[in-house]
T-cell receptor
Framework: GAVVSQHPSRVICKSGTSVKIECRSLDFQATTMFWYRQFPKQSLMLMATSNEGSKATYEQGVEKDKFLINHASLTLSTLTVTSAHPEDSSFYIC?????????????FGPGTRLTVL | GESVGLHLPTLSVQEGDNSIINCAYSNSASDYFIWYKQESGKGPQFIIDIRSNMDKRQGQRVTVLLNKTVKHLSLQIAATQPGDSAVYFCAENNKGAQKLVFGQGTRLTINP
């Protein structure tokens, strides 16, 4: 199956700093990627849809100015958590759908553990 | 349907027994359903999927059943093994929107 990578796998930062997380599709192109957030013992919550060449689409309640998304190429999307605070500590996961067909299987990255001190 | 900050329910089974994990979905327009397995600290891993024009699909040791009448989905794991310990999520997709909505998840633990 297709492979999606994320970098870094874990990051610890001080409150008030910004953190960038990368999501890459390694062996396929993805015009669309998705960013999820997962708190401990909870399900994945979709934050936003990253669109190559256009603005990201954010889910209700997600601050677009705090969670900056850039889909720089057909294989790379980045999520920047700006002015991070302890409540932003979470597991961030990206996914990318395989191309072709209505029912596109999505491939998930391994996740990035963010801890804000 | 949408998972709103609920804690994960847990299913405990004996090694070698069959496991049945259930999921209720809320959107009658959803036409594609997927089961994912998530191990601790990792991203979700695809297990099996099913389209709305089917009511049963089988894979290796796994079977997914879909009941559209009551909007219910189940995952059956045959001869459960220690490596099956994980959290299992159902997800639904609406008419090729590519936007997955995850259920709350179930933690499966295996007793030796």
């Amino acid at each position: 199956g297709a492979v999606v990578s994320q970098h870094p796998s874990r990051v610890i930062c001080k409150s008030g700093t910004s953190v960038k997380i990368e999501c890459r599709s390694l062996d396929f192109q993805a015009t669309t990627m998705f960013w999820y957030r997962q708190f401990p013992k909870q399900s994945l919550m979709l934050m936003a849809t990253s669109n190559e060449g256009s603005k990201a689409t954010y889910e209700q309640g997600v601050e677009k100015d705090k969670f900056l998304i850039n889909h720089a190429s057909l294989t790379l999307s980045t999520l920047t958590v700006t002015s991070a605070h302890p409540e932003d500590s979470s597991f961030y996961i990206c996914s990318a759908p395989a191309s072709g067909g209505v029912y596109n299987e999505q491939f998930f990255g391994p996740g990035t553990r963010l801890t804000v001190l | 349907g949408e998972s709103v900050g609920l804690h994960l329910p847990t299913l405990s089974v004996q090694e070698g027994d069959n496991s049945i994990i259930n999921c209720a979905y809320s959107n009658s327009a959803s036409d594609y359903f997927i089961w994912y397995k998530q191990e601790s600290g990792k991203g979700p891993q695809f297990i099996i999927d099913i389209r709305s024009n089917m009511d049963k699909r089988q894979g290796q040791r796994v079977t997914v059943l879909l009941n559209k009448t009551v909007k219910h989905l189940s995952l059956q794991i045959a001869a459960t093994q220690p490596g099956d310990s994980a959290v299992y999520f159902c997800a639904e997709n609406n008419k090729g929107a590519q936007k997955l909505v995850f259920g709350q998840g179930t933690r499966l633990t295996i007793n030796p």
